[in-house]
């Protein structure tokens, strides 16, 4: 499942977790962190330097589910399935 994360420092993270995301005791493990970075172009989305940080719940503000256009941002630089809009339909 892919969340966003809004940081008691300010960041903001998108990364995959767990479906026991409920659960959470005192640790949140995150899978392929990206960070939201404002630019003049918009939100671009980098990548912290590891494939896995644990964060202390404590850190978190607040979460919530990405939207169908975030997670196909994130999918696409993590090399994850990007599914087409519904809508849409490919030619050969």
Not at 4 to 29: P, S
Request: proline letters at 4%; hydrophobic letters at 40%.
């Amino acid at each position: 499942m892919i969340k966003f994360f809004k940081m008691l420092n300010g960041e903001e993270i998108v990364a995959e977790v767990g479906d026991d995301t409920e659960e959470w005791c005192e640790r949140l493990e995150m899978h392929y962190p990206y960070r939201n970075l404002l630019t003049q172009q918009g939100v671009m989305l980098v990548a912290y330097p590891c494939d896995h940080i644990t964060v202390s719940v404590n850190h978190v503000l607040f979460t919530g589910e990405a939207n169908e256009e975030l997670s196909a941002a994130y999918r696409q630089l993590t090399g994850g399935i990007i599914t087409p809009p519904r809508g849409i339909q490919l030619s050969n």
